[in-house]
């Protein structure tokens, strides 16, 4: 099976870094993504990582180490709109397609 | 807007009941996924459909069951409701092959609350 831990909570100040950590366990490894949620919203897409190294999104970048079996998420000139979870998650398994989450990390932005 | 559309958005209904809830992918997604969110289990995938067929189970009940149909909409049915099935119930679409299949677009959820 699956399993993903990263922390539960992160407070950083507006314009600040933050970086978002995500460990994982997997029968079989397919790539890590990374999802924010708002409150009350639905989970939305941000990053993906297949090999290792850092994919750059804007001010959005995720990390992989396939051999330390972690990836973290980097979110840089943080801003209100970012206060959310943020969610890695690992394909289900070979030739499986849903996702494993991970519990979340709620990310609060302070001014 | 990711294009997925869900319906209804709120849902109340008491113990012992059935309901069924309503997923349009995004045009051109021929895969549904369907994931339960609560606060003590965080997100849960359910099953997958792949244009029609069903591909993969996740932790899916037994009361619970689905399908999707040839215009490639899905309903998640469930059945015999108990109070600790109230959740947040999403349903995703994602492209066809390679790194896009990676990528899952989320509806905006159906809000079950079952009393």
């Known amino acids: 099976g699956q399993s993903l831990e990263q922390p539960s909570e992160v407070t950083a100040v507006e314009g600040a870094i933050v970086q978002i950590n995500c460990t994982y366990q997997?029968?079989?490894?397919?790539?890590l993504s990374w999802y924010q949620q708002h409150d009350g919203g639905a989970p939305t897409f941000l990053s993906y990582?297949?090999?290792?190294g850092l994919e750059e999104t804007g001010r959005f970048s995720s990390f992989l180490s396939r051999s330390d079996s972690y990836g973290y998420l980097l979110l840089q000139e943080l801003q209100m709109k970012d206060s959310a979870s943020y969610f890695c998650?690992?394909?289900?398994?070979?030739?499986?397609?849903?996702?494993?989450f991970g519990s979340g990390t709620r990310l609060q932005v302070q001014p | 807007d990711s294009g997925v559309t869900q319906t209804p958005k709120h849902l109340i209904t008491a113990t012992g009941q059935r309901v069924t809830l309503r997923c349009s992918p995004r045009?051109?997604?021929?895969?549904v996924y369907w994931y339960q969110q609560s606060l003590d289990q965080g997100l849960q995938f359910l099953i997958q459909?792949?244009?029609?067929?069903?591909?993969a189970k996740g932790n899916i009940l037994e009361r619970f069951s689905a399908q999707q149909f040839p215009d490639l909409h899905s309903e998640l049915n469930l059945s015999s409701l108990e109070l600790g099935d109230s959740a947040l119930y999403f349903c995703?679409?994602?492209?066809?092959?390679?790194?896009?299949?990676?990528?899952?677009?989320f509806g905006p959820g159906t809000r079950l609350t079952v009393t």
């Open positions: 995703a679409s994602s492209p066809r092959g390679g790194r896009a299949s990676y990528e899952q677009y």
């Open positions: 997997t029968s079989g490894f397919y790539g």
């Open positions: 990582n297949a090999l290792d």
């Open positions: 998650a690992v394909r289900e398994g070979e030739g499986r397609r849903a996702l494993t």
């Open positions: 045009s051109g997604d021929l895969s």
């Open positions: 459909y792949y244009n029609g067929e069903e591909r």
